[in-house]
């Protein structure tokens, strides 16, 4: 492990995208996502994606020089299609368009077709949580978990990104509807570890805390069992039915070449004014008071402090912006090749 | 037990609400939803709930005679006090409004303060799927859950309902924040059963399938862990800041006397019309293919298929209409006494 200061790495990032064809300027932006997800502790989506991106683009399944295009508008929702560019800068750019939206009617909403991974979701809860508005995104996936009660993987893991703006104490939740992601199980694993809680089944059928079974039985357990199925299952139509654009079924049926991890997903943006609606002076009441009450429980026998979603982002922030980012050394240095 | 049937079950709620002071048409239109609850399997928050409601007009929780009030609204959004009127009535209410809205501008939403509990939840994305309408609405609720990492209940259950229209196929989600809820762990203690997962911790601070160990701990588990609990914090938020309404921490921090369930909650209604978007072919396409695709999964060891949200309530309605809604024999005679 190695350490790297978050300006560094965004150069370095910069550096490997403008030599696969982006633009500085996108290259500047796309780095700054990249980096900011490894400064937050979101490794699996940082860096450690990037030399994937390049794979994707020496492939052809980012291209470089997509951007979203405008199919339909009314004035309130916007509807774009994502043309396969990267889809971290699609996802940024369809959160702005949200909140220039929302400046006008409280609220707005975009949503795309035909994007591509957008990488670390929670970056677009940040952007909208910074800029004082309420963000909620999800996108949907090509399928990768089982429903419950099933064995095969039909559904996508769709993560959902709700944020709540609060000056230095925004409150952003990012999460999978799998209880587990790969990245954690392999994780685990490397460290010969066990999960906390069941992850998966196992061949066999039982649920099982061990990284290894799961990622060889492909099992992984929907969050909350039925219910992060359920909800999977509908986020997945939801976006697809707005954003007219590809359903997880349609992924799934895609010719194989083109089968890869985020191609053509669908995803929606909503950003909502909360200090238009009620002032600055009730948004901050109410998430202080409740933030406050929400400490007041005493932690229970294994843990030792109560967090809210964004808490510990932040507190990982602070440290790697001090210490460095810690980096896998051979993933720097595959990097420092690319 | 025994059977009742729908029609029974209607009138026989029709006569206790306008006995208790309802108009005779919104006596019919709650005994209609709580019949439907029924009918649909929510028994507990169908007739079974009846009593309650009885005792809470009784005690000035719930005002017959209030109904939501607009307070403001920019042609898209709409906000309404509820007056503590009954919650069904009220959230009805706002879900059609959030559809009309919707009709103009694709998109509706409208929020709701100081109003009462909405019963099953699930009948509002009923509501819009049924009327050809994406629907997604939730409510917060007084702390009943403890947060993930904590022993004291400081959330809310706020139960999140997401629905998609499809003809007799509309896929309707209904799910509180946590993995049970404390009816599930009644009933299953009465049938002296465990529940097939950890639903909670018990006095000791182990996880526990054994329900009378939670309901003694009143430890109840968020679903999918620290998932559900951030969710159910930010649902609260979100509801409180766009309503202007009670947080659960301020539902927490009223007075005794009317620190009651449902007293004075937040809810958010959102409609948005599929089939104005992109057309009914389209639609009835994406869905159709999702659950053809879902289905094509191979049933896990210990089930016999593998159904999607709404897919069992609608088999357990029309089993309930041919056979009558079974009803707890003792509950029944109270209903008839009330």
Redesign the interface.
Same mark, same amino acid.
């Given at each position: 492990m190695v350490r790297v200061s978050f300006e560094e790495m965004k150069t370095e990032i910069t550096r490997v995208l403008i030599k696969n064809g982006f633009t500085e300027e996108k290259a500047k932006k796309s780095a700054t996502l990249f980096a900011t997800a490894s400064l937050d502790g979101v490794y699996s989506h940082g860096l450690n994606r990037v030399p994937r991106l390049v794979e994707y683009i020496n492939q052809g399944w980012v291209d470089v020089h997509g951007e979203p295009t405008l199919i339909d508008s009314?004035g309130?929702?916007e509807?774009y299609d994502g043309n396969f560019g990267p889809g971290d800068l699609n996802a940024t750019y369809c959160m702005d368009r949200a909140m220039e939206l929302a400046k006008d009617?409280?609220?707005g909403?975009v949503t795309i077709n035909q994007t591509s991974h957008w990488m670390r979701g929670g970056n677009y809860g940040w952007q909208a949580a910074d800029a004082g508005y309420?963000g909620?995104c999800w996108t949907n996936t090509e399928s990768s978990m089982?429903?419950?009660? #099933?064995? !095969?993987?039909?559904?996508g893991n769709n993560p959902l990104v709700?944020?709540?703006p609060n000056k230095d104490n925004s409150?952003v939740?990012d999460?999978a509807m799998s209880?587990f992601s790969y990245g954690k199980l392999q994780t685990t694993r490397l460290n010969e570890g066990k999960l906390p809680?069941d992850g998966g089944?196992n061949e066999q059928?039982e649920?099982t805390r061990n990284p290894e079974e799961i990622e060889q039985s492909r099992?992984i357990l929907p969050?909350?069992?039925w219910?992060?199925s359920?909800?999977a299952?509908?986020?997945?139509?939801?976006a697809?039915?707005?954003s007219?654009g590809n359903?997880?079924? #349609?992924l !799934?049926?895609m010719k194989p070449e083109t089968h890869v991890s985020g191609y053509g997903v669908s995803q929606v943006f909503i950003a909502?004014n909360?200090n238009a609606?009620?002032g600055e002076a009730?948004?901050k009441e109410?998430?202080e008071?409740?933030i406050?009450?929400?400490k007041?429980?005493?932690?229970?026998?294994?843990?030792s402090?109560?967090?809210?979603?964004g808490e510990n982002t932040r507190k990982r922030r602070e440290e790697n912006l001090e210490k460095g980012i810690p980096v896998d050394t051979a993933i720097w240095e595959q990097v420092l090749q690319l």
């Open positions: 009314n309130l929702i509807r009617n409280l609220l909403m309420i909620i089982p429903a419950w009660g #099933a064995m !095969d993987a039909k559904l709700l944020a709540v409150i939740l999460m209880q809680i089944f059928g649920l099992r969050m909350g069992y219910k992060g359920g909800m299952l509908l986020l997945d139509l939801i697809t039915l707005l007219q359903s997880t079924t #349609a !799934d049926q909502m909360p609606l009620s009730f948004t109410v998430v008071n409740t406050a009450h929400f007041q429980a005493r932690p229970s026998e294994d843990s402090d109560i967090s809210y979603p």
